[in-house]
């Protein structure tokens, strides 16, 4: 039997990617999202619940047995991610046999907006802004979750996640320092972060080079690991994105592209 993963948040583009990624892969997806609109029919992408992202519903019997859940739901809007990890941590606290993984979405907007400073997941530091107070909040409700010891839980830290769609036109505009990832990494690394059982805790989702040098946010605990970006630099990222848009588009020119020795994190940077 191939190994169950269920996404969370699956009509957001994040989560559409998830799903569609994969079930290439092999994997039975359970897609759970607030509408089926913009999930595929046609390519086997798996079955779709429907959740209203404050409740334990229907859908938490997906959970039993499953290999990974990964929420990626309401990524936007504060109050909503926080009902949304809630409610999942009490179905997985109610299974029983509980997911052997859970990925959380976080944001970068934890640290700080220190210019000259590099934040890791060990020497970062949280700013005292309300993003950073959100991020904050959200991290505590996933992490505060009481669930199995079975249950491996990682929040990733993400960047924004650079793809060519209509609804997230976020193809252009970094800025310098920006921290940032292009759509084929985020889905390697989820697939690195799923693989790896030894790996909890907190993770920076990013790139290691932003606009003007090194990202303020370096990814130093996925690096440590062995993961190397295939997208490195934003200029390569975004000229690959342009010639790919849309959902089926990405997939069906999806390269082999090899990963190059510029594309680790650079050493000596604090």
């Keep these: ?29 359970v897609a759970v999202g607030h509408r089926r609109e913009g999930l595929a029919r046609d390519d086997g992408d798996g079955m779709y619940l429907e959740w209203d992202g404050k409740n334990v519903g229907a859908w938490a019997m997906a959970l039993e047995g499953a290999e990974a859940v990964v929420n990626l739901a309401d990524c936007e809007d504060p109050d909503a991610r926080l009902e949304s990890t809630r409610a999942l941590g009490r179905a997985v606290a109610g299974c029983r046999v509980a997911p052997r993984v859970w990925l959380n979405a976080s944001t970068v907007d934890w640290y700080g907006e ?6 890791d997941e060990w020497s970062g530091e949280p700013a005292a802004s ?108 975004l000229d690959d994105l342009s010639k790919r848009p849309g959902l ?6 999806m390269l082999v592209r090899p990963v190059e020795r510029g594309n680790r994190v650079p050493v000596g940077i604090f």
């Design 130 to 237: 309300a993003a950073s107070r959100t991020a904050l909040a959200w991290e505590d409700a996933f992490f505060g979750a009481m669930v199995p010891p079975r249950t491996r839980k990682v929040a990733m830290r993400l960047g924004r996640v650079l793809v060519q769609e209509a609804e997230a036109e976020n193809i252009c505009g970094l800025t310098a320092g920006e921290a940032w990832l292009h759509m084929d990494d985020f889905l390697r690394a989820l697939e690195f972060l799923l693989d790896d059982a030894f790996f909890s805790g907190v993770a920076n989702v990013t790139a290691p080079h932003g606009v003007e040098g090194e990202s303020r946010v370096r990814p130093l605990r996925l690096a440590d690991q062995g993961f190397v970006w295939r997208w490195a630099r934003p200029a390569e990222a």
């Design 1 to 29: 039997m191939n190994p169950v993963i269920v996404v969370m948040g699956a009509e957001g583009v994040l989560g559409r990617y998830a799903c569609r990624h994969f079930s290439r892969l092999g994997w039975e997806v």
């Design 114 to 119: 220190v210019a000259d400073r590099i934040h």
């Design 248 to 253: 089926d588009r990405f997939f069906e020119a």
